[in-house]
C-alpha cells in the first residue's frame, strides 16, 4: 500500500478542465471553428475520463478504510445500507472524502458532497476532537430541526512518509432525548423564600387594623411580583413568603433584577419606615428538602450582608443582587441581649479563651479584643490575644496595653497560642467573617468551639459551624457590638478606663470620628464607654501621625485623578504604608464634590486597595469581584499575582459595571 493513499487523495483536476474550456470559448471567438471543435471533444473526454476517476477514488476510498481498520462495518455496500449517517472527514482540511444517502439527507442536499468542507454544512463544527483522541463530540449538531450526537474513531494511515489522519463519524438523531432532557432541566424547581426584613419595626405600637392594612399591602406587592413567574405562592409566617416555580422563568427573574426589592420600599408604616425585603433563592437541588435548605441559606446570607438584596445558592456558589443601599439600622437591642447571655455561657464553659482579629489588625480589631478579655476577667477565666506584632495597624494601642498589669502578657503569637489551647478551648474572631483573613488561620483551623463578632457585609466565602455568630452589618464597627455586649455582663466599673478608650478608638476609627455610619446606638455605645472611664484625648493621641507619614499621605493625595467626576483614585507605582494609604483615602473625602475614593499600592508583592465611600457607591460591592470586602462606607481588597496597572483596570471595569447597572 506504499504510496496508494496519496494518489487516492490527489488534487481535483476541476481548475484544468475549466481553463480548457475557458481556451474552448477564445477559440471560438477568434473564428477557429476546427480547433474549437476538436478543444471541445478533448474537453469533453477529459470530464468524462475525470468522472470514471473520481468515483474510483471513491471505491478505493471506502476499501482503504476498510483494510485499514478491520473494523469499520465490513464491504462499502454495508456501510452505504447503514441506517444512521456517517462521513469520513480528513482531519487537516476537514473535507468530507465519503458518506452514505442517509448523511446526505441530514445535510439537506441531494449533490455529491465529496471533497467539500465539513464546516461549511454545519457551521461551526470541527474535528478536533478527533484529533486529541476523543470519541464523542463535546455538545451537539443542530441541523433541520433535529439534534444529533456526533461519536467518531480517527484512522491513521501507515503510509510511512506522510501519513493521514482521518476520521469515520457517526451521527446519531438524539432530537427526543435531548429535547426531554432540556424539558426536564426547565421543569426543575426553583424555590424562593421572601422575608419582610423589618417586620417587627414596621408593625411596633401599630394597631390590629393598621397592621392587617400593612400586611395586605405587602402581600399585594409579593403577589403582584411572584405573577409574572408562573408559580405558587404561600406565606408561611406574618412576615416570611416562600414561592416556588420552575425553572424556565428563572431567567426572566434575573432580567427583571429582582423588581419586588424596589416595589416593597414604597410600603412603609404610618411612622415613616419603609419596608425592606430579602430574597433568599435556591436552585440545583438533589431534593425539596435541600432546595429548602438552599433558599434559607440565601436568606442567612442576605440578613448577614444587611438585607435589602436577593441571593441565589447553588450548589457551588452564591450570587448577590440588589444590597446598593446602606444597611438600615436595627433599634431593638433583644439580639445583643441574647448573644450577650450566650457567651457568657460558652466562655464559663472553656478552659481558655483566644481572641483574634484580622490580618494587619487595626484599632477596631484590637479594641473589640481588649472588650472581649475584660468580659473574661470578669468571669475568672484566662483569657489572650492573638495578633502578630509586626504587621499591625495598631502598634500604639497595643504598646499602650502592654503598659497595664493586666495586658503584661496578654499578647500571644499563633504559635504560643497553638501550644497552649486544648479541646475545650474558645476562640473568639472580631473584626472578620472571612476565615482566609483571620490572623491566625491555623487556630481557626484547630479549635472546634468559635464565636464570630463582626460588622462587615458577609462574604460567599465565610466562617462557617460557629458556635455563635454575632454578624451585624449596620453596626458601625467590632468595637460597637463589643461594647453592646459589654453593657449586659459587665458592670461600667468592671471595665478599665484604658479599655474603655480602647473600645472607643475602634468606634471612632470605623466611623471616621463619628461622622459615617453611626447611628443612635453608635452614641449609645459611646456614652457607656464615657461613663466608664474613656478618654477622648487619649483617642485623639492614637490617630496622631509624625511629620514624615503626613508627607507621605499628601504625596498620595497629589497622584489622585477624578473618575466618573466624583471618584477619587491614586494609583501608586511604589510601595505605601497600609495606615497612611487608608487615611488618604480618608482624606479624599474631604474634596468638595468627591463621593468616592480608592488608593491602588503595591506591598510585599501584592497590590492593596483601601476604598471609601460617602455617597451612593457602596465600595464593598464594588471591591468584592476583586476579592475584597466591607461595607458599603468602608473596604479593601488584597490582589495577588498583578501589577498595580492591571488591578487599577479591574477597579475601573468593577466601578462601571456598579454604575451602569
Known amino acids: 500500500m506504499k504510496n496508494k493513499l496519496r494518489r487516492i487523495l490527489e488534487p481535483s483536476a476541476g481548475l484544468y478542465l475549466a481553463a480548457l474550456a475557458l481556451a474552448c470559448i477564445v477559440t471560438i471567438v477568434l473564428k477557429q471553428y476546427y480547433l474549437a471543435a476538436g478543444e ?97 463530540l463535546p455538545g451537539e449538531v443542530q441541523s433541520g430541526g433535529k439534534r444529533y450526537h456526533v461519536l467518531g474513531t480517527l484512522i491513521r494511515s501507515d503510509t510511512g512518509d506522510d501519513p493521514v489522519l482521518m476520521g469515520m463519524t457517526f451521527w446519531l438523531d438524539d432530537t427526543d432525548h435531548l429535547n426531554i432532557k432540556d424539558e426536564y432541566a426547565r421543569s426543575r424547581p426553583i424555590m424562593v423564600t421572601i422575608l419582610i426584613d423589618n417586620y417587627d419595626e414596621l408593625t411596633a405600637n401599630l394597631s390590629d387594623s393598621a397592621v392587617s392594612s400593612l400586611n395586605a399591602e405587602l402581600g399585594e406587592k409579593i403577589s403582584l411580583w411572584c405573577d409574572n413567574f408562573s408559580g405558587l405562592l404561600r406565606k408561611l409566617e406574618r412576615n416570611r413568603f416562600l414561592f416556588v416555580f420552575e425553572a424556565r422563568n428563572l431567567s426572566a427573574m434575573l432580567e427583571d433584577k429582582f423588581s419586588l426589592l424596589d416595589s ?84 464559663r464553659q472553656s478552659s481558655s479563651v483566644f481572641v483574634v482579629g484580622h490580618r494587619n489588625s487595626d484599632i477596631d480589631a484590637i479594641g473589640a479584643a481588649v472588650g472581649v478579655l475584660c468580659l473574661c476577667r470578669k468571669l475568672g477565666k484566662k483569657a489572650s490575644i492573638v495578633a502578630d506584632l509586626q504587621n499591625t495597624l495598631a502598634g500604639p494601642l497595643i504598646a499602650t496595653m502592654q503598659e497595664m498589669p493586666e495586658y503584661e502578657n496578654a499578647f500571644l503569637t499563633e504559635q504560643d497560642a497553638l501550644l497552649q489551647a486544648d479541646p475545650r478551648s474558645l476562640l473568639v474572631v472580631v473584626d472578620t467573617n472571612r476565615p482566609d483573613q483571620v490572623d491566625a488561620r491555623g487556630l481557626l483551623d484547630s479549635i472546634e468551639r468559635i464565636v464570630v463578632i463582626d460588622h462587615h457585609r458577609r462574604a460567599a466565602d465565610y466562617i462557617e459551624h460557629v458556635a455563635l455568630n454575632l454578624h451585624e452589618p449596620y453596626a458601625s464597627s467590632a468595637s460597637e457590638l463589643t461594647t453592646e455586649l459589654l453593657q449586659y455582663t459587665v458592670d461600667p466599673q468592671d471595665l478599665k478606663p484604658m479599655e474603655a478608650s480602647a473600645l472607643l478608638s475602634g468606634i471612632a476609627l470605623d466611623t471616621k470620628n463619628f461622622t459615617i455610619r453611626t447611628g443612635s446606638r453608635t452614641f449609645e455605645a459611646a456614652a457607656f464607654l464615657r461613663r466608664c472611664g474613656a478618654d477622648t484625648v487619649v483617642v485623639k493621641k492614637m490617630f496622631q501621625n509624625d511629620l514624615g507619614s503626613t508627607l507621605e499621605r499628601y504625596r498620595i493625595l497629589q497622584s489622585a485623578r477624578l473618575y466618573r467626576k466624583q471618584i477619587a483614585i491614586a494609583a501608586l507605582e511604589e510601595a505605601a504604608d497600609r495606615a497612611i494609604a487608608s487615611q488618604a483615602a480618608d482624606e479624599l473625602l474631604t474634596i468638595t464634590g468627591i463621593t468616592a475614593s480608592f488608593v491602588v499600592y503595591p506591598l510585599d508583592g501584592m497590590v492593596y486597595i483601601s476604598a471609601r465611600s460617602i455617597g451612593d457607591a457602596n465600595v464593598q460591592m464594588i471591591l468584592e469581584p476583586l476579592g475584597g470586602g466591607g461595607n458599603a462606607a468602608t473596604a479593601g481588597a488584597q490582589v495577588s499575582d498583578k501589577s498595580v496597572r492591571e488591578v487599577l483596570g479591574d477597579l475601573v471595569a468593577s466601578i462601571d459595571k456598579f454604575y451602569d447597572k
Open 264 to 347: 416593597i420600599r414604597t410600603v412603609s408604616s404610618p411612622s415613616g419606615i419603609y419596608a425592606t425585603a430579602s430574597i433568599g433563592v435556591g436552585k440545583d437541588a438533589g431534593s425539596f428538602p435541600e432546595l429548602f435548605d438552599y433558599s434559607n441559606l440565601a436568606i442567612e446570607m442576605s440578613l448577614s450582608r444587611g438585607g435589602d438584596q436577593a441571593v441565589v445558592k447553588d450548589n457551588y456558589n452564591f450570587t448577590f443582587y440588589g444590597g446598593r443601599n446602606n444597611e438600615a439600622e436595627r433599634h431593638t437591642k433583644v439580639k445583643s441581649r441574647v448573644m450577650a447571655g450566650s457567651l457568657r455561657e460558652l466562655i
Open 40 to 136: 471541445a471533444v478533448l474537453l469533453l473526454a477529459l470530464i468524462l475520463y475525470q468522472s470514471s476517476l473520481q468515483n474510483r477514488r471513491k471505491h478505493e476510498i471506502a476499501q482503504y478504510v476498510k483494510s485499514a481498520t478491520g473494523t469499520l462495518m465490513g464491504a462499502t455496500q454495508d456501510m452505504i445500507v447503514l441506517p444512521f449517517p456517517m462521513a469520513l472527514i480528513k482531519i487537516s482540511t476537514h473535507e468530507i472524502l465519503w458518506n452514505n444517502e442517509a448523511f446526505q439527507e441530514i445535510a439537506g442536499t441531494e449533490d455529491s458532497l465529496f471533497e467539500r468542507q465539513i464546516h461549511e454544512l454545519f457551521p461551526g463544527f470541527s474535528t478536533s476532537w478527533l484529533a486529541e483522541g476523543s470519541y464523542e
